[in-house]
């Protein structure tokens, strides 16, 4: 499927800062049969890209001169595979294993070990992980309703669970929790969705678990759209990954000075028609 | 206690030779003159502020390090064999080091099991795909070396832990030595003690010949976390030593892929930072956000290869505990060589068999956690009262692969300068080991002394004191 996207984030300051530095995870990520036809990021600042551990491609850009906004704009055309329920092979330098470890955001509580052992028998290493990541992605999605506001960013998977609620970036934690509890290697996507039934667009996070049994045992990651309760298919836009929102989230930065902080953040998401 | 090997005394009394003349030095003096010597060392030691902040039960108080003025000795020949055998293991545990953050080969071809590298707390992914200078990750090794007796008298060498992170305690090593100095003269004239002083220019220059590429006079600094850190003093020894700036995180900033320091005459570019802040607080935008003591942004100056981390990040994998048991293969691997330093054996709790063993005879072992380190954490079983290893044994339990064990080590002994008199209190040895183009070391290291009769602790942090060390140049 073909995606035309805008991502707008503005950041304004009640008064000057004097100085700035943003990590900007927009660019698409090439893997898995996406692809990216045109795609550009507008910026102030000084600005340098590079690829990090986990092979995603990072904009960094730094501001010495007073500033009261920082206004980023990344857009373009990408193409997502069409299939859904893909299996990736590993596409990074951080090997699968390292995935498995929690981080300070996906430490598992009592709840999650409990929720955990509930969808996933064993070890995670058998035939039938792929039912049982079902299963507990059902099991989150029921659990917890999407609710705006509920969390803040930095909200642990265990805070979310105990609240039932949360948004997308807090059902990818609880089912990543959940897998690391039992020595599933899971992963944070942070990207785009298209809801084509809603027409709203959105900034998207998900998970992708590893499969060691895919692709004839060499293992594969599959996509778990947690908060839709489905497969990952063609309406997602992959952008970032890592082993949280913290490794992957699409903005992350340090400011000096600046007082109080405005974020606004304008997606839109819409199929491209060719000829059009 | 069991056979102790005395570093001066051999057993039924005889001077060791490379005592002789210290003993010889010691029945001149009279004892009055010792008394008032060391009493100057006490005194000296408080103006000058080398003191320790005590965490843990006293939280809070700042304790001056006790300086011992009977020197531990090593003749010419026993320091030869271990400055050969710590530059092998060095060797070994950096080409481990490029190896997982690069190919895995080590993993690959199944001599270290993927789990105990890559679920690690200390492997840092964010490492992979950078490429450090010189394949250089632990430029500073502060190894941890201790001699224990053998059934037949004779002693050995045992390296007990690798500290590859940010290891302390070098200036005490250069400050026992100007106090001996400085204390008793005669007795440099009695010896011909291989000298230390310049350990702070094989520093400088370590980290100058780690400056990134196309970098001719690259710009050093000291980063600090600030006055209240317990090794503070150091941090400021060494930059003054080395002339070089002494910085906390605020003082440096991040702007067009360079990393740069304030000054009064406007930004100045960094190329190399010997960095005393754990991995966990170098740049908030990375690791913990909620980090006030590093520099944002910095990973990615160092991603881009336009500065020099000393030590790198993720060094602390290779120090670990439990892959500490693994460093005599690493030697083979890497080096197609044989361990010329000996590894304590290890019991690796997360083993089914070897965690049985431990449970059943953790009176007789030394317990470790894994992570740990500073002395805290750990049972000394044959030290422990019935309840303490009781109480160890339900931890150990609960997440055995937090946990190894050794045998207790009877460590070998010094005489030292207690209330009652010249008693002999169990030493250690850390020398520190500089890696750049090639490995060097100042000869010896720090020798510290666990005060406490029969205490087998030597760290400062609990109670240890420190001793002058002297190789012998003949």
Same mark, same amino acid.
């Given at each position: 499927m073909r995606l035309e996207i805008r991502h707008e984030t503005i950041y304004r300051y009640s008064s000057p800062a004097s100085y700035s530095i943003q990590y900007v995870r927009q660019t698409p990520r090439t893997e898995g049969g996406q692809r990216t036809l045109s795609?550009?990021?507008?910026?102030?600042?000084?600005?340098?890209?590079?690829?990090?551990?986990?092979?995603?491609?990072?904009?960094?850009?730094?501001?010495?001169?007073?500033?009261?906004?920082?206004?980023?704009?990344?857009?373009?055309?990408?193409?997502?595979?069409?299939?859904?329920?893909?299996?990736?092979?590993?596409?990074?330098?951080?090997?699968?294993?390292?995935?498995?470890?929690p981080t300070p955001l996906t430490q598992a509580d009592d709840a999650i070990h409990k929720l955990a052992a509930e969808a996933i028998s064993g070890s995670g290493a058998d035939a039938g992980l792929q039912v049982s990541l079902e299963v507990l992605m059902?099991?989150?999605?029921?659990?917890?309703?999407?609710?705006?506001?509920?969390?803040?960013?930095?909200?642990?998977?265990?805070?979310?669970?105990?609240?039932?609620?949360?948004?997308?970036?807090?059902?990818?934690?609880?089912?990543?929790?959940?897998?690391?509890?039992?020595?599933?290697?899971?992963?944070?996507?942070?990207?785009?969705?298209?809801?084509?039934?809603?027409?709203?667009?959105?900034?998207?996070?998900?998970?992708?678990?590893?499969?060691?049994?895919?692709?004839?045992?060499?293992?594969?990651?599959?996509?778990?759209d947690v908060t839709q309760n489905r497969l990952a298919g063609p309406e997602l836009c992959r952008l970032a990954v890592g082993r949280d929102y913290l490794d992957a989230s699409p903005i992350r930065g340090m400011r000096l000075g600046g007082a109080e902080e405005e974020m606004k953040v304008n997606v839109t998401v819409e199929r491209s028609h060719i000829g059009l | 206690m069991k056979n102790i090997f005395d570093e001066m005394n051999a057993p039924g009394g005889a001077v060791r030779p490379h005592y002789s003349r210290f003993q010889e030095w010691l029945a001149q003096t009279p004892p009055a003159?010792?008394?008032?010597?060391?009493?100057?060392?006490?005194?000296?030691?408080?103006?000058?502020?080398?003191?320790?902040?005590?965490?843990?039960?006293?939280?809070?108080?700042?304790?001056?390090?006790?300086?011992?003025i009977v020197p531990r000795i090593i003749p010419a020949d026993e320091w030869k064999k271990l400055e050969a055998g710590l530059a092998q293991r060095v060797n070994a545990l950096n080409a481990f080091l490029h190896d997982i953050y690069s190919s895995q080969r080590i993993v690959k071809d199944g001599l270290i099991p993927a789990e105990q590298v890559f679920c690690n707390a200390q492997y840092r992914p964010e490492m992979q795909g950078i490429d450090v200078r010189n394949s250089i990750y632990a430029h500073i090794a502060g190894v941890d070396i201790v001699r224990a007796a053998l059934p037949d008298g004779q002693a050995e060498y045992y390296v007990l832990e690798d500290n590859l992170r940010v290891p302390s305690g070098v200036s005490y090593m250069l400050e026992d030595r100007r106090m001996m100095m400085r204390l008793f003269p005669e007795l440099f004239s009695r010896y011909s003690v291989a000298p230390v002083e310049h350990y702070p220019d094989l520093l400088l220059d370590t980290l100058r010949q780690v400056a990134p590429a196309g970098v001719d006079d690259p710009a050093v600094v000291v980063l600090t976390p600030g006055a209240y850190n317990s090794a503070y003093f150091e941090h400021a020894f060494l930059a003054q030593q080395m002339g070089v700036e002494l910085v906390e995180g605020k003082d440096l900033f991040v702007h067009d892929e360079t990393l740069f320091m304030r000054t009064t005459q406007g930004p100045r570019r960094v190329d190399v930072i010997y960095r005393r802040i754990d991995d966990d607080f170098l740049d908030p935008l990375t690791f913990r956000r909620d980090s006030a003591l590093g520099v944002a942004g910095l990973m990615?100056?160092?991603?881009?290869?336009?500065?020099?981390?000393?030590?790198?990040?993720?060094?602390?994998?290779?120090?670990?505990?439990?892959?500490? /048991?693994?460093?005599? *293969?690493?030697?083979? !691997?890497? @080096? +197609?060589?044989?361990?010329l330093l000996?590894?304590?054996?290890?019991?690796q709790c997360r083993k089914k068999d070897e965690l049985s063993y431990v449970l059943a005879n953790m009176e007789k072992l030394v317990v470790k956690e894994t992570h740990g380190a500073g002395g805290y954490g750990m049972l000394v079983g044959p030290a422990s009262t019935q309840k303490e290893v009781d109480d160890f044994r339900v931890r150990v339990k609960a997440a055995p692969d937090k946990y190894i064990a050794q045998p207790t080590l009877a460590l070998s002994a010094c005489p030292t300068f207690v209330e009652a008199g010249i008693a /002999?209190?169990?030493? *250690?040895?850390?020398? !520190?080991? @500089? +890696?750049?183009?090639?490995v060097r070391m100042a000869p010896g290291g720090l020798t510290r002394v666990a005060l406490k009769e029969g205490s087998l602790v030597v760290n400062s942090s609990q109670g240890g004191g420190t001793k002058d060390t002297w190789v012998l140049e003949k």
């Open positions: 795609w550009y990021i507008d910026t102030p600042g000084r600005r340098w890209r590079q690829t990090d551990a986990y092979g995603n491609s990072v904009l960094v850009l730094s501001l010495t001169e007073p500033h009261s906004e920082i206004r980023v704009v990344a857009q373009g055309e990408v193409e997502t595979p069409d299939e859904r329920g893909m299996v990736f092979p590993h596409d990074s330098a951080v090997p699968p294993l390292a995935f498995a470890l059902n099991l989150v999605s029921k659990r917890m309703a999407y609710i705006l506001g509920t969390t803040d960013v930095h909200a642990t998977a265990a805070e979310a669970l105990a609240q039932e609620s949360g948004v997308c970036q807090d059902l990818a934690h609880v089912f990543l929790a959940a897998c690391r509890a039992r020595g599933v290697p899971a992963r944070y996507i942070s990207g785009y969705l298209l809801d084509d039934a809603s027409h709203v667009a959105s900034s998207h996070a998900w998970a992708e678990a590893w499969i060691a049994t895919a692709n004839r045992g060499a293992g594969g990651w599959m996509g778990f | 003159h010792i008394a008032a010597k060391r009493a100057e060392a006490d005194s000296a030691f408080h103006r000058y502020g080398i003191t320790f902040a005590v965490y843990g039960e006293d939280a809070g108080r700042e304790r001056l390090i006790p300086f011992d990615s100056v160092y991603r881009s290869g336009r500065v020099t981390l000393a030590n790198a990040i993720g060094t602390g994998v290779a120090d670990d505990k439990s892959i500490y /048991p693994y460093v005599p *293969d690493m030697i083979r !691997f890497y @080096l +197609s060589e044989e361990p000996l590894n304590v054996p290890t019991y /002999p209190r169990h030493i *250690d040895l850390r020398p !520190f080991v @500089l +890696s750049g183009k090639e």
